[in-house]
């Protein structure tokens, strides 16, 4: 989708989250807790909930979008292992395009990124000795792969930050500088208050501080300056009513992406993309930008 095909999505999004400020806009939907990886930073493969039919997938995207959402990130577990009976991955796509200004997903890119969502990231977080630690198993050179076969247009990385790959960030950007089409990054959040990953705000002002130098000299980094720099110390007002949340258990949550899934400490978020949703209904107009890049 080009910026002009787009540009009829704009009155609805002004209307409906600027002026009335009502209805969510994001959903994050965790189709299974799933996964083929046991990571350090994340809290989710290990819980559990039944495998949803695909029915009840087109269920839940329905009502996601009834209560307003426009735009819907699938999430997991890894959603690529998402099946139910004939069905896969590739239909509950293709159902959400249907509907939905964007449709994207973040996978851990272990299997063939082929998939036809509008806007497709992989979780890299280091480079190869870090991310395989930090994964639990030897994948990056698979997942380096995969990239490189992939023909998807809107190929992004994700980055988490955490205090274990703090200090080669700035060289992973510049490795993937030529292997994605754009990089976003976040910081990692102690799920549950387990604090030994969390990057402390002194070191992230001066990474952020490195990263936006990054940006300016051209790097592909798809957040906005506004937003890392907010994210230097939190300085940001969280509009958290514009997010909401499906988890595999049918149920919906609008609000902070951590309610009813961990301890919630405001101080510490790192969630780049509330920060960025935030500040583009708050009408920052590089928040309003990089939204426009990252999702059409």
Request: hydrophobic share 40%; aromatic share 12%.
């Amino acid at each position: 989708m080009t910026w002009y095909s787009s540009l009829h999505h704009y009155p609805y999004l002004f209307y409906h989250y600027v002026l009335q400020r009502n209805h969510p806009l994001l959903a994050s939907f965790k189709l299974t807790y799933r996964c083929n990886l046991s990571c350090q930073q994340c809290p989710f493969y290990c819980m559990l909930a039944e495998e949803l039919r695909y029915e009840q997938v087109l269920d839940i995207l329905e009502g996601l979008y009834q209560r307003g959402n426009r735009l819907v990130v699938l999430e997991g577990g890894e959603p690529m292992l998402w099946k139910d009976r004939a069905y896969s991955i590739h239909d509950v796509v293709a159902a959400a395009r249907k509907k939905y200004f964007s449709v994207g997903m973040t996978t851990n890119g272990t299997l063939p990124v082929d998939v036809a969502v509008n806007t497709l990231w992989v979780s890299i977080d280091g480079l190869e000795a870090t991310h395989n630690a930090l994964r639990g198993a030897p994948i990056f050179s698979r997942i380096m792969e995969n990239i490189k076969k992939s023909q998807h247009p809107r190929l992004f990385a994700h980055i988490t930050i955490n205090a274990v790959n703090a200090a080669e960030i700035p060289e992973l950007i510049r490795f993937l500088q030529h292997k994605v089409r754009g990089m976003t990054v976040q910081f990692y959040y102690p799920y549950n208050q387990q604090d030994a990953m969390f990057l402390d705000f002194e070191r992230r002002e001066k990474l952020l501080e490195e990263i936006i130098q990054l940006k300016h000299t051209g790097f592909p980094l798809l957040n906005s300056i506004a937003a890392l720099q907010a994210l230097k110390r939190n300085t940001w007002r969280c509009d958290d009513r514009l997010i909401d949340n499906a988890n595999p258990d049918g149920s919906i949550t609008q609000g902070c992406y951590l309610k009813n899934r961990a301890d919630i400490n405001c101080s510490k978020c790192g969630f780049s993309p509330h920060t960025e949703i935030s500040l583009a209904c708050q009408m920052n107009y590089q928040s309003i930008l990089a939204g426009q890049r990252i999702f059409f």
